[in-house]
C-alpha cells in the first residue's frame, strides 16, 4: 500500500517570536500638531527620492500616517518639498569601454562620400513637370487695344 502522509506541518522554530513593534518619531517627539511648514519633521517621513515612507517603516499608526502624508502634500504644494528627488549613479568614464575589436575609426563626412561633390549637380533622366516649367522660354505678352478697350 502507498505509505500516507500526515497533515499536521511543522512550523518554524522563530515563528512564535514577535518583532518589536517600531515607535513612531511623533512619539517620541511629542508631537501634538504636523504643521506642513515644519519640513524637517516632514523630512524624517520621506525616503532619499522624496517618497513617503511606509508606515511599516516610519512607525507611525494609520491615523498618523493619514496627516503626515496630508502634510508632506501641502508642503510639496507650497514648494518647501520636493516631488522627486533625482539620484544620480557614477557612470563609466568613456575610457572604460571594452576595445571595438577590429572595427577602424571613422573617416571624416567629406572623405566618406567620394561619389559626389557638393560642386557637381546629379542629374536626373526623368524630367519633371515644374523642371520643365521652369527651363521652358517665357514669352513676353503684349496688350492689344481691343483687350483694353472692353474693360472700361
Not at 496627516?67 to 544620480?88: F, H, I
Not at 515644374?130 to 522660354?137: F, G, L, N, S, W
Amino acid at each position: 500500500m502507498a505509505k500516507t502522509r500526515s497533515t499536521r506541518r511543522v512550523k518554524p522554530k522563530d515563528a512564535n517570536r514577535r518583532t518589536k513593534k517600531k515607535i513612531s518619531p511623533l512619539v517620541t517627539d511629542k508631537v501634538e500638531f504636523v504643521d506642513y511648514k515644519d519640513v524637517d519633521l516632514l523630512r524624517r517621513f520621506m525616503s532619499d527620492r522624496a517618497k513617503l515612507k511606509a508606515r511599516r517603516v516610519s512607525g507611525n499608526d494609520s491615523q498618523q500616517q493619514r496627516v503626515v502624508a496630508r502634510a508632506v502634500k501641502n508642503a510639496r504644494e507650497m514648494g518647501l518639498l520636493p516631488y522627486a528627488t533625482k539620484v544620480t549613479t557614477q557612470r563609466r568614464s568613456r575610457g572604460d569601454r571594452p576595445d571595438r575589436g577590429d572595427r577602424p575609426d571613422r573617416r571624416p563626412r567629406e572623405d566618406r562620400d567620394e561619389n559626389t561633390t557638393s560642386d557637381e549637380k546629379v542629374e536626373s533622366p526623368v524630367e519633371t513637370p515644374i523642371e520643365a516649367a521652369v527651363e521652358a522660354p517665357v514669352e513676353a505678352v503684349t496688350e492689344t487695344p481691343e483687350s483694353t478697350e472692353g474693360e472700361s
